[in-house]
């Protein structure tokens, strides 16, 4: 019932009266119990709330998560952990998990064990938890309709995946993927997930997987909301699998990755070329 508290203070931080808000949706004394946080309201009433408050229902998110929020911590905590390679961080995470999921029955606090847990192995180089890979491929198997939770869950587990796994499950989450790519945040996570397959097919040598992939990619290209990265990612994975068909020459791969240094994307440079070099070790390419 927190949501009429966030609502209020978004009312007063523009200045409009509760009786504009409100009109025609709660009376005078349900405003008051609303706003003090005694009550709730039903979803059809919320969405005509923040159409007159003029936000939109991301927004809304965003300030109604603020720092609390769960999963941007939870995230950001087993991400620093993993790369600074803290097991004990991790496995501190996993007990934690393990607690808001027992707490709340939430499944996406059962996911980040399960996760974070893979991680775990992964850092040690054992397969102690790949029983909690089963956890998230059920999820996603038995997900009919995905949304960007799935999306995300999906590309952080991408990985732990076979090459006969992903496309089974992008398979069949294809249709969701199209029908909502309008979202924005949405569709910039349906482009990283199509990036990181791609990495995967192609040092798996599956190329007419990946060469599927790429096409994919470019159906949504014009729908993202960094489309010039996305479209210099493109170009980047079209020259490495054109390089790999003997179709390009090295200067073409490495044309792409200095323009990342022009803007400034340092980081993703050093990314590009260190996979291109992988690239030309797996591939026997002078």
């Known amino acids: 019932m927190y949501v009429g508290k966030v609502i209020r203070d978004i009312r007063i931080s523009k200045n409009i009266p509760s009786n504009k808000v409100y009109k025609n949706i709660l009376s005078r004394p349900a405003i008051a119990k609303f706003e003090k946080g005694l009550s709730d309201t039903t979803v059809e009433k919320f969405f005509e709330i923040i159409n007159v408050l003029n936000i939109t229902l991301e927004e809304f998110e965003v300030i109604y998560k603020n720092d609390g929020n769960k999963d941007l911590l939870y995230t950001r905590k087993y991400i620093e952990a993993y790369y600074n390679k803290d097991l004990a961080a991790l496995k501190q995470i996993t007990i934690d998990a393990k607690k808001d999921y027992l707490i709340t029955g939430n499944e996406k606090f059962r996911h980040y064990q399960a996760l974070v847990s893979l991680l775990i192995d992964d850092l040690n180089g054992t397969t102690e938890y790949r029983e909690d890979l089963d956890v998230i491929q059920n999820y996603l198997m038995n997900c009919n309709n995905w949304g960007y939770y799935e999306v995300t869950l999906f590309t952080n587990t991408l990985s732990f995946y076979s090459n006969e796994l992903i496309d089974l499950v992008y398979?069949?989450?294809k249709n969701t993927l199209l029908m909502l790519k309008n979202?924005?945040?949405?569709r910039n996570e349906v482009a990283l997930m199509l990036f990181n397959i791609l990495e995967i097919k192609i040092v798996s040598k599956k190329i007419s997987r990946a060469k599927f992939y790429l096409t994919e990619l470019?159906?949504?290209?014009?729908?993202?909301?960094?489309?010039?990265?996305?479209q210099a990612m493109i170009k980047y994975f079209t020259a490495i699998l054109d390089l790999i068909g003997g179709k390009c020459q090295e200067e073409a791969v490495l044309n792409i990755?200095?323009?990342?240094a022009f803007l400034g994307l340092d980081s993703k440079k050093d990314q590009c070329l260190s996979f291109y070099n992988k690239v030309k070790t797996l591939y026997s390419i002078a």
């Not at 470019?218 to 996305?230: E, F, G, P, S, T």
């Not at 990755?257 to 990342?260: L, R």
């Open 257 to 260: 990755t200095e323009m990342f």
């Open 183 to 186: 979202i924005k945040r949405y």
């Open 218 to 230: 470019n159906k949504i290209k014009l729908d993202v909301v960094d489309n010039m990265y996305i």
């Open 171 to 173: 398979s069949r989450a």
